[in-house]
């Protein structure tokens, strides 16, 4: 087992006296899929929000490659290498697609604004070196062919590789991934899937929260259930799948006698 | 790329050759001066476009930095002796630190409370230029000694035209090369999503900072300009809250994210006041009534819409 990656520890924030996440402890590894599934509502996207610095926690800690990063804001952690996609798309609507993709590599652009308003040659160079990165990762999320288009005229299923190439610009350790696969229809989920693996076989972590129960058991390397803000199982796809308690969250005690009769 | 640069080039290009023909049109001295007066309108809205159309912040109180602009060159040549180009480069400075310290924290504030927070420090520039009379002249204003270059007096709105041109044209160089930058990138990012930047690894504040100061310097500079030209400034007509407000129109009627919108904003407000008298009472309905007609039809400002019509995609 090698050193982990991300680590919470006892991760909690409460909304006027409710707490939306309770306790999480979690562990990622690099080059893995950690999965966090549960019924809406659970704190899925709340976690992430609390990893990724946009909220701050009431309490617990984060960690990110052993350094205690709790409450860093999320462009502090962007430079320590944790990137993440949204739920609801956070694209740059008005932007080409590959000028999106270029706004991820900024915390390798090291050229001043001085530099920027003579155009000198270095920021020309430079230029030209996030161009050729992007142009690569549109190719490898499959959107090479819409490079120059504006990203407001995309479909729903480029933006969300979209923000995956844009996310992965950045060169993260860690990468969260907030349902990629809503709304997409069953190749662009194949794509996705695609484009995960081959992000999780770069050495990256990969911390995913998705609705499609299919795609999640397939891909991930350890699964978190979470139900009410609180961890409710965890363990490998298997582990959680047979795990009655799960069953019971998402359908009810109703839904666990239907499923014990199947 | 080649085709970001070549375009570019022609926007700059198109602009140099129009301030070096337009001249031979002009039959008299006053059209130097509107022409003048054109230039360095639009050379302080491709600054406050940048903060607006790119950055997506908005300023009402950006005459105050025009103000600094101005009354730096006529307070520093007439009262402390200083040679009037280092009056200006120190006014720009000024406008720069100003914009910093007061850039810090109302730029935390979003939409309509950051218009309201510049608006009021718009206001508060102009009421101490018109309140400070031992150094600036008060309500009235104050004379600007000639700008004297190698013993060589500058004077006449034809010099001015082409001195204000190369301003101009120096502005847009430095703007399209910004935008087309990670500075460029970083902004109208900020613009769209502010999460997304900073996910990014964009620091939003900084980089809303370093635009409204650039933006403040290009006003600045445009107010020495102004003060040059006119030979005569008052707080109100370089500082004045209709001035913002003026600055903010050309912004939004040429079109937001435009350069070149910019400098037609700027033109079609300076000249149509002044084409408009013919209709004399009628002159200010007029006005409104073509900027409002204007924005109906081409609502994304003129060349912005204009450039969409022509690609076909309507406005």
């Known amino acids: ?262 | 790329m080649a085709r970001l640069a070549s375009s570019r080039w022609s926007i700059v290009l198109g602009l140099a050759i129009v301030i070096a023909a337009l001249p031979f049109l002009f039959p008299s001295n006053y059209y130097f001066r509107v022409a003048a007066i054109v230039n360095i309108f639009a050379l302080a809205v491709v600054g406050l476009n940048l903060l607006m159309g790119y950055a997506g912040q908005v300023s009402l109180g950006h005459a105050g930095f025009m103000g600094i602009g101005a009354y730096s060159v006529a307070i520093g040549s007439a009262h402390f002796k200083l040679h009037g180009l280092l009056a200006m480069l120190i006014g720009a400075a000024l406008a720069g630190l100003v914009a910093f310290l007061v850039g810090r924290p109302i730029l935390r504030l979003k939409g309509h409370y950051l218009a309201v927070a510049t608006l009021g420090f718009g206001l508060l520039i102009s009421m101490a230029l018109a309140n400070e009379a031992a150094w600036t002249g008060g309500p009235d204003g104050m004379g600007v000694p000639r700008l004297e270059i190698l013993g060589y007096r500058l004077r006449g709105p034809d010099t001015w035209y082409y001195i204000s041109g190369g301003a101009l044209l120096i502005g847009v160089i430095l703007a399209l090369n910004l935008i087309e930058s990670p500075t460029g990138r970083a902004m109208r990012a900020i613009h769209d999503s502010e999460i997304a930047s900073r996910v990014a690894g964009i620091d939003v504040a900084a980089y809303k900072l370093r635009i409204f100061v650039l933006s403040a310097i290009y006003a600045s500079v445009a107010g020495s300009l102004m003060a040059f030209l006119n030979g005569h400034i008052t707080p109100d007509g370089t500082a004045g809250f209709l001035r913002s407000v003026e600055l903010v129109t050309m912004v939004v009627l040429g079109g937001m994210g435009s350069v070149v919108g910019a400098i037609v904003g700027a033109a079609v407000l300076v000249i149509l006041p002044q084409a408009l008298t013919i209709f004399h009472d009628y002159e200010h309905l007029m006005l409104g009534l073509i900027i409002m007609v204007s924005m109906i039809l081409l609502p994304r400002g003129i060349v912005p819409s204009l450039l969409a019509r022509l690609r076909g995609g309507g406005a």
């Open chain 1, 1 to 262: 087992m090698s050193f982990p990656l991300l680590e919470t520890d006892n991760l909690s924030i409460a909304f006027g006296g409710i707490k939306a996440v309770d306790s999480v402890s979690l562990t990622v590894q690099p080059g893995k899929i950690h999965s966090i599934i549960g019924p809406n509502g659970a704190g899925k996207t709340t976690l992430f929000n609390l990893i990724s610095g946009l909220y701050q926690p009431s309490s617990g800690r984060v960690k990110l490659g052993g350094e205690d990063v709790t409450g860093l804001p999320p462009e502090q952690l962007a430079r320590r290498g944790l990137s993440r996609s949204f739920q609801n798309l956070q694209i740059f609507f008005r932007m080409s697609a590959c000028d999106n993709v270029m706004v991820g590599r900024h915390r390798h652009e090291k050229t001043s604004m001085l530099g920027h308003l003579f155009a000198l040659p270095s920021v020309r160079a430079e230029n030209a070196r996030s161009r050729d990165l992007a142009m690569g990762l549109l190719e490898r999320v499959g959107l090479a062919g819409v490079a120059n288009k504006e990203a407001g005229s995309l479909s729903y299923g480029a933006l969300k590789r979209l923000e995956i190439a844009r996310a992965l610009a950045t060169e993260p350790r860690i990468l969260l991934l907030d349902e990629p696969a809503a709304g997409c229809n069953a190749i662009e989920t194949e794509e996705i899937d695609r484009v995960i693996h081959d992000v999780a076989k770069s050495g990256i972590a990969v911390l995913l929260v998705e609705h499609d129960m299919r795609l999640v058991m397939r891909i991930s390397d350890h699964v978190l259930v979470l139900e009410r803000g609180k961890s409710l199982v965890s363990g490998t796809p298997e582990t959680v799948r047979n795990d009655p308690r799960v069953i019971t969250a998402y359908l009810g005690t109703f839904g666990t006698e239907e499923a014990n009769r199947a």
